[in-house]
């Protein structure tokens, strides 16, 4: 884009309000001023008009005066000395609607130019009739015209038939003294804005100020990556309100870096030991086949077993870091009515395959339908199941149940401390007493988040007589009829 547009988004910030500010007073003062020029302009023409207007009531027309003066100029101007009426201001002079010229008299200033109004005031021969209008004289000179019906007095007095009266006033003054309130209202308004386009600038740079800081701090951030930057808010303004988001953002960026530090270190801890003991177990095999030294068959089986497991460990730890990495919006995919009974018993189902030895009880269990993500919801019932599973002793029993949207899973194991409560959601946390067991600490997120996707919420309590007690509550939602699909929008 080019032109006037493109120049003026071109200027910095600071420059366009003040060239704002300068037109948008410019444009007001200009206004006030040409009201201001027309109001004095209509005062005095009023004035004049009222001159005009006593003039006219003054005039002590004779009919004979005006007879004779009409006689003596019949088809053009002619210079009269005996009028016997007042002396005109101006200009005093006769029309009549079928002549060319005007009769003026001798102490008349000069001639006025006589229009089409005048000789309808002429022709009408009304004696209320009038006209007001500008014109000028013989000389081009500026003057103010009163046309009024011929209206005489005296012995015979009446309307002259066909026959109107001009009086003139001069407008030299007048326009003398317009000009001279032009040019100094011209003269005021430049200085207004001069001073307003100085006043715009001043204002410009102490509010935009800071503005300034807010760009200083966005540069420094990007320029040394330094999250720990925070702005001063000082009142309760639109600049405050950016400088709080501001700070807010940076606080949140520097709580995200943080926490992907955080999870890069965990992850990285986690992924050290499989890694290790299947470096070690495979380090082992291959020094067999070097050596050509054959290890006994019952350990060749447990170094197997134990590569199986770190593998499975290791798939596990990945599977559940991809699935925390993932943003909530590209995680959660589309959203189903599910029917939280069937994912219950499914896994139910495995949760008994990783626990052969417990007990694994439905209390009670009754239909409740949710919308969410099938497979994550699985997965984040599996993970309940499984932490109950891995703390519960040998031969323990697991109750579980399922009424009004409240899932409970409540083992009998040790329980948890009351001071490690509030972390069991916490990536990569893992109790002191956990620490020896497998798995990656991450089991108990994925649960709370896709819970939490799902509109719900969960938590961990000590359970009555010992062991915890799981809690998931996640809102209802209507039972598809039987053959419809049960996909939705996601929400």
Request: include cysteine.
């Amino acid at each position: 884009m080019t032109g006037p547009v493109a120049r003026f988004r071109a200027l910095p910030l600071r420059s366009r309000l003040a060239l704002l500010t300068a037109t948008a007073v410019a444009v007001a003062v200009a206004a006030v001023s040409v009201a201001c020029w027309f109001v004095v302009r209509g005062k005095l023409y009023d004035e004049v008009d009222a001159k005009l207007r006593s003039v006219s009531a003054g005039a002590g027309l004779q009919t004979l005066d005006v007879v004779d003066a009409l006689r003596s100029c019949p088809a053009g101007p002619a210079a009269r000395t005996g009028f016997g009426g007042p002396k005109p201001v101006y200009y005093f002079q006769l029309v009549r609607s079928s002549a060319a010229q005007p009769c003026v008299f001798a102490d008349s200033a000069g001639t006025v130019r006589v229009q089409g109004s005048d000789r309808e005031v002429a022709r009408r021969a009304d004696p209320d009739a009038e006209a007001y209008r500008d014109g000028v004289d013989s000389t081009g000179n500026a003057v103010r015209v009163l046309t009024v019906a011929a209206v005489t007095q005296g012995p015979g007095g009446g309307v002259v038939a066909d026959t109107a009266v001009m009086y003139g006033f001069p407008l030299r003054e007048t326009e003398r003294t317009l000009g001279d309130l032009a040019l100094l209202l011209l003269l005021v308004s430049g200085v207004g804005v001069v001073g307003a386009g100085a006043a715009g600038l001043w204002v410009a740079r102490t509010g935009l100020r800071p503005v300034d800081r807010l760009t200083g701090a966005v540069e420094h951030v990007a320029r040394t990556e330094d999250l720990t930057v925070r702005i001063p808010v000082e009142g309760e303004d639109e600049i405050a309100r950016l400088s709080r988001s501001f700070n807010a953002m940076t606080a949140a960026l520097a709580s995200s870096r943080d926490r992907q530090a955080q999870l890069i270190a965990d992850a990285g801890h986690e992924l050290r030991t499989p890694l290790t003991s299947l470096r070690t177990n495979v380090e082992l095999l291959a020094r067999s086949e070097e050596t050509g030294r054959a290890i006994p068959p019952a350990d060749r089986r447990a170094l197997m077993a134990s590569v199986t497991a770190q593998m499975t460990e290791l798939a596990s730890l990945i599977g559940d870091l991809q699935e925390l990495a993932r943003p909530d919006a590209a995680a959660s995919g589309r959203l189903e009515v599910v029917a939280l009974h069937d994912v219950l018993d499914t896994a139910l189902r495995r949760a008994r395959l990783r626990g052969p030895e417990l007990t694994i009880t439905p209390v009670d269990v009754r239909p409740w339908y949710v919308r969410a993500e099938p497979a994550a919801l699985e997965r984040a019932l599996v993970n309940v199941l499984d932490n109950a599973v891995k703390f519960s002793p040998p031969g323990g029993t697991v109750e579980v149940s399922l009424t009004g949207g409240e899932l409970v899973v409540r083992d009998h194991g040790p329980g948890i401390a009351p001071d490690e409560l509030p972390h069991v959601f916490e990536r990569f946390w893992r109790s002191p007493s956990a620490r020896s067991l497998p798995g990656s600490g991450l089991g108990l997120s994925i649960v709370a988040r896709t819970v939490r996707r799902a509109g719900g919420e969960v938590e961990l309590t000590a359970a009555e007589g010992g062991g915890t007690r799981a809690v998931v509550r996640l809102p209802g939602a209507p039972a598809p009829p039987p053959g419809a699909a049960s996909v939705v929008p996601d929400q």
